[in-house]
């Protein structure tokens, strides 16, 4: 009995510097400080499957001693929490700093990009949310010039090779090869002109300095951001393949320079380098995005989701899963599809579910996978799921059969021109009176929008917009950017993305 009592009492002391708590996962002690109305704070980043709970014991406090902008029952990933600094021992082994430190507000604030926040309320109104300052580890530098906001670009336009290129959109032999591509690329040059013209009518005073990287290799884009002076910029956009941008951002975070990147999916490209900015929506946008139209129109209904084990479908997996996992009142079951038969059972033997596509192996393996997908789901008739997926089936893969999408409702992020949209007609006519062609893919508008968003931005916020990259939408913008990210070392991510549903063999955007 003493041997069990004494465990007991030693348990007691060793178990809140372990951090590991009933209901979350392992803190890991910040000792990134602020000071909010006079009083220091640690600042810390929510990481996967932690809890107030776990977070507060972390820093020797109680649960209620934590601050949080929003119900703590529902953080998610990389949200903050502010922990008072009282003197206590921290998990760690380290102790706080006395909250009575003299240090100005303005100090405490320097270099970190985390402006002032609430100390009581725990549901910000829109605006505070909107405006939230939680810019990213980065030193922000001073305008390049005061009277002009300076724009690089830097892309293959490859002047060198022009008279092999066809210009008609109707060339279909030439779909899919580099030099279709090529005359997409400029296109996405002639759409950022057109939002230059607009912000030249507003008043703004941009200089463009365009950039022609004639090459793939680390060492072309470093010669071409040397030689056109990219560094002595205020913003530089890119529209270059993997390896040529990773280059470009090594090079922009060395000059302190933010970077932004219109078609990447992958969240790695943020990973450890906080100048640069996703216009592609994250992960976390598509499964917020994905989850609230089924909770909305197939409250429910059962969800299945396909996936492969694939390591390239694990972020975008994790992020879904707890988005759904989030809302109580949503069950889910993962299946492998190469034990598809399971699937199969499953629908046959319950109600009409959501089937949620994940599956990414390469481009030879998906487009055999969806065909098989959608005979088996369209075999269903009447009582087929419903189904939806991030890629859109429909522009990847121009055979696919049109009818089994229909029959399945089918939900996607669609990526092409929607022709009952008036904001997409307008830009459409735009760029054909322009250069007397309509544009062959979205490149155009991305690059139209990108540069009316950050433009607009530096435009309004001064420099400060890098720390609080959230404005409102400048008019005449196809698709809508809002961004934050997961962690201050990361970079930020666009949190909007548009749901589109497929009816009547058109797309229109789930409400």
Not at 150 to 179: A, H, W, Y
Not at 275 to 293: D, G, H, I, L, W
Not at 353 to 373: C, E, G, H, P, T
Not at 428 to 457: C, K, W
């Amino acid at each position: 009995m003493k041997k069990t009592l004494l465990l007991i009492f030693l348990l007691a002391l060793v178990f809140p510097l372990s951090a590991q708590m009933p209901g979350g996962a392992k803190v890991e002690v910040s000792h990134k400080t602020q000071v909010v109305n006079g009083k220091r704070y640690f600042v810390h980043v929510v990481d996967r499957g932690q809890t107030v709970y776990a977070i507060s014991r972390a820093y020797g406090l109680k649960e209620v001693e934590a601050v949080t902008k929003k119900d703590i029952h529902f953080l998610q990933v990389g949200d903050t929490v502010w922990l008072p600094c009282k003197g206590q021992k921290l998990a760690d082994g380290t102790t706080a700093p006395q909250a009575t430190d003299q240090v100005t507000q303005s100090a405490a604030n320097q270099g970190t990009g985390v402006g002032s926040q609430p100390t009581t309320v725990r549901q910000p109104s829109v605006e505070e949310q909107k405006e939230e300052p939680i810019g990213p580890v980065a030193t922000i530098r001073p305008r390049v010039n005061p009277q002009s906001i300076v724009v690089s670009l830097m892309m293959p336009f490859n002047l060198s090779q022009m008279d092999k290129i066809s210009t008609s959109k109707f060339d279909v032999e030439q779909r899919g090869k580099t030099s279709y591509k090529s005359l997409e690329f400029i296109q996405f040059y002639e759409g950022l002109l057109l939002g230059l013209e607009k912000l030249e009518k507003r008043g703004y005073n941009v200089t463009l300095n365009v950039v022609d990287v004639e090459g793939n290799s680390d060492e072309d884009v470093e010669k071409a951001f040397n030689s056109h002076n990219v560094a002595q910029s205020d913003l530089l956009i890119t529209m270059l393949t993997r390896q040529p941008f990773h280059k470009a951002a090594q090079l922009a975070r060395d000059a302190q320079l933010f970077i932004v990147n219109p078609v990447a999916d992958r969240p790695e490209i943020v990973k450890n380098n906080p100048y640069v900015f996703k216009c592609m929506p994250s992960y976390e946008a598509y499964a917020k995005r994905t989850v609230q139209a089924i909770q909305v129109s197939h409250p429910n209904a059962p969800i299945y989701i396909i996936h492969s084990k694939a390591k390239g479908e694990t972020a975008a997996l994790e992020a879904l899963t707890a988005e759904i996992e989030a809302r109580p009142s949503l069950t889910y079951s993962l299946f492998d599809w190469s034990q598809s038969a399971k699937l199969t059972n499953a629908l046959k033997s319950g109600e009409r579910a959501v089937v949620i596509s994940m599956y990414d192996q390469d481009k030879s393996r998906n487009r055999i996978y969806v065909s098989q997908l959608l005979n088996k789901l369209s075999a269903f008739k009447s009582r087929a799921p419903y189904l939806y997926s991030y890629d859109d089936w429909s522009t990847l893969y121009g055979d696919i059969d049109f009818a089994q999408l229909q029959n399945l409702n089918y939900s996607t992020f669609y990526r092409d021109w929607i022709s009952t949209d008036e904001t997409h007609k307008e830009f459409i006519q735009l760029f054909n009176d322009r250069y007397s062609i309509e544009p062959t893919d979205v490149y155009a508008g991305m690059a139209h929008d990108i540069i009316l968003y950050f433009v607009s931005g530096i435009q309004q916020k001064g420099t400060d917009f890098f720390r609080s990259p959230i404005i409102a939408t400048p008019q005449g913008m196809i698709y809508p950017l809002s961004f934050s990210h997961s962690r201050a070392d990361y970079g930020y991510e666009n949190q909007y993305a548009i749901l589109y549903r497929m009816s009547d063999f058109h797309f229109i955007p789930v409400q």
